[in-house]
Nanobody, 126 residues
């Protein structure tokens, strides 16, 4: 069993940066596929980034590519989502997700992830 707890959300202005954290207990992130999804009010949950920590297997949504970066601290078993140049449309609840296995080319589907955090709110204002 893996438990995920996100933190770091908040209210920022457009253009600012924010770093989200996802702490895991029960299993090391190095053994897992890890992803971030987000859900804006009135919209479906959407894919942000996924990785199994191999560079060739790190995928970003086009909407965040070049602005967001996923990383991890193995010693702390924490995954980070560094978000730069935030835009109004980045406003959402951000969820950390993980799974030991992902079917080929389905990393962007939330249905493929077994473990989920409770979410953390990110609000970007003008």
């Amino acid at each position: 069993q893996v438990q995920l707890v996100e933190s770091g959300g908040g209210l920022v202005q457009a253009g600012d940066s924010l770093r989200l954290s996802c702490a895991a207990s029960g299993r090391t992130f190095s053994l897992l596929w890890v992803a971030w999804f987000r859900q804006a009010p009135g919209k479906e949950r959407e894919f942000v980034v996924a990785t199994n920590w191999r560079p060739v297997n790190t995928y970003y949504a086009d909407s965040v590519k070049g602005r967001f970066t996923i990383s991890k601290d193995d010693a702390k078993n924490i995954v980070y989502l560094q978000m730069n140049s935030l835009k109004l449309e980045d406003t959402a609840v951000y969820y950390c997700a993980a799974s030991s296995m992902i079917k080929t080319n389905t990393y962007y589907l939330d249905s493929g992830y077994v473990y989920w955090g409770q979410g953390t709110q990110v609000t970007v204002s003008s």
